[in-house]
């Protein structure tokens, strides 16, 4: 008999919803995040799964969650995400360099790990409103810090029934991520640079979810609004596949044995992506340390350390500009699984966060949390262990994953735990050429990040990937721009 998996709110709302409901709406009506009733257990034998390609894989971790979807749907769903939008037909290689185990998230067509759940979303949600019979259109809006934008875009680019609105930083990301988001094709695009930052951007997106005004003036007009964010649970459950994934060909090729644990060390902002690998760890999959990499912006790292959450801090912008957060959604979904599901701590919390600008957990919690390592790395660390690294293996590391790796250095001399460690690399080099050929060399330093995108295929030896070929030579779309404070009026000019 197949289980029934269903989604309540952290904040309170038991309201269970089915895994397309909680889909569509993205955030619950009290402003929490959907968390699964339970977390499903994977109990196949490992020596079985190491011989599924990434697709199989897939639909075997996707059909746990997504209970209401048939076997037919799910695996059309991944068969539209994961095909040859990928350079690699492996999706996500891993790569042994240094030691540890890079995993390569960055095959997809935008070049960083978001791919990895934005190429899915787009069919999870239009089988989604299909089953729960909603003729309506559906408005994605999106905050970004510069990878979840593109990779939105891309995935609902003419997807009927849809509207992608994507709103980012205008001076917190990188030129080639400006520019792919920039020379966007599609008639259900938009958009728009703001004056702030990236958590301006994000708030002022949280903030239309809990304006129920706004909602109703959509719903009136047959629209639903939902999320592209990483608070969506349809991004969510597809990063979990390649944590299994990494650990079966690890065990394929007998670089561990069944049932060994593993170290993952994440690159890490608004707690998605690790929280995905935190998942993973309690479906079963062996799991030693989750290393919580921070850059400058060390939020989450010092939470770790002391308890305390503590956003009262200038952001900082770096050259990991995806990881300049201050508030990371997702640690919520943390929060709620460690306190066993008391919805009043979470309220307090979030409530605390919002007022106070802080909060610190109980004692009670902060034990739950004896699997993650929080630390941080300074942008020179991290352009120090892109050269080091490059200069000891060709290996080229973007800035997030140089941060990662910087981080797992200090993790290695602190603790001297020789656990086998994947690294997990968020984002190709070619998306952020100044500062990864600047850190290679300085001779590098004259030159703009679309000069740099040849010379560093020729250093690598490599063609340059499909997704930023002749993106200087593109033109711009999108010019709108406009005030932090005024995204809820420029969405009504672009809806109502
Ligand atoms: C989004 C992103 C991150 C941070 O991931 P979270 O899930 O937000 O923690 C790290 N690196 C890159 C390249 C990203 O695009």
């Known amino acids: 008999m197949k289980k029934n998996i269903f989604y309540h709110s952290t904040r309170g709302n038991k309201e269970k919803k089915l895994s397309s409901e909680a889909i569509v709406y993205g ?58 939008k990928f350079d690699t037909n492996i999706i996500t290689p891993l790569e042994k360099k240094m030691g540890v185990y890079f995993l390569e998230l960055f095959h997809g ?20 409103l299909k089953k729960l019979n909603l003729n309506k259109e559906i408005v994605i809006l999106t905050a970004t810090s510069g990878d ?60 239309i979810f809990e304006n129920q005004t706004f909602k109703k003036k959509a719903e009136r007009r047959n629209m639903i609004l939902s999320s592209a964010n990483s608070i969506n649970i349809g991004r969510l459950v597809p990063q979990i596949v390649y944590y299994f994934y990494a650990y079966l060909k690890m065990l394929k090729e007998n670089d ?24 993973a760890g309690k479906m079963g999959l062996p799991v030693k340390k989750l290393i919580c990499a921070s850059n400058d912006n060390k939020v989450l790292a010092d939470f770790f350390k002391t308890g305390i959450y503590d956003r009262r801090r200038e952001l900082i912008m770096t050259i990991s500009p995806s990881m300049d957060i201050l508030i990371s959604s997702n640690l919520e979904r943390l929060l709620s699984v460690a306190s066993h599901g008391k919805a009043d701590q979470i309220n307090k919390i979030m409530n605390d966060l919002n007022g106070r600008g802080f909060y610190q957990i109980d004692p009670d919690i902060k034990k739950e949390f004896s699997d993650f390592y929080g630390e941080c790395a300074i942008q020179e660390e991290a352009i120090q262990s892109i050269r080091e690294v490059f200069k000891e ?82 033109s711009i779309l999108h010019k709108a721009v406009c005030n932090k404070e005024k995204i809820k009026e420029k969405l009504a000019e672009i809806l109502f």
């Open 27 to 84: 955030i619950a009506d009290d402003g929490g995040l959907f968390i699964p009733t339970e977390i499903p257990k994977i109990k196949a034998d490992y020596n079985q799964l190491k011989e599924l390609d990434y697709n199989e894989l897939a639909y075997r971790i996707m059909k746990e969650y997504f209970t209401d979807f048939s076997e037919v749907e799910l695996k059309d769903c991944i068969k539209k995400a994961y095909n040859e």
């Open 109 to 128: 067509p935008t070049l960083a790990f978001k791919d990895m759940a934005l190429s899915i979303l787009p069919y999870l949600l239009q089988i989604s």
């Open 148 to 207: 979840t934008g593109k990779a939105a875009l891309e995935g609902f680019a003419n997807v009927p029934g849809t509207k992608i609105i994507v709103f980012f930083p205008q001076e917190g990301v990188s030129e080639i991520q400006k520019r792919q988001m920039l020379t966007q094709k599609g008639e259900n695009t938009y958009v728009i640079g703001i004056s702030g930052n990236f958590d301006d951007a994000q708030r002022g997106v949280k903030e």
């Open 256 to 279: 561990i044995k069944a049932g060994e644990k593993i170290n993952i060390v994440v690159p890490t902002g608004n707690f998605g992506n690790i929280l995905a690998a935190y998942y």
């Open 393 to 474: 293996s060709e290996y080229l590391m973007d800035p997030h994953t140089a941060v990662g790796y910087a981080v797992y250095q200090k993790y290695l001399s602190k603790t001297k735990d020789i656990t086998k460690t994947v690294i997990v690399a968020t984002a190709s080099p070619f998306k952020f050429t100044k500062s990864v050929m600047g850190a290679v060399d300085e001779k590098y330093k004259e030159f703009d990040d679309f000069e740099l995108i040849e010379k560093m295929a020729n250093l690598l030896q490599n063609p340059v990937p499909i997704g930023i070929k002749d993106i200087k030579k593109k």
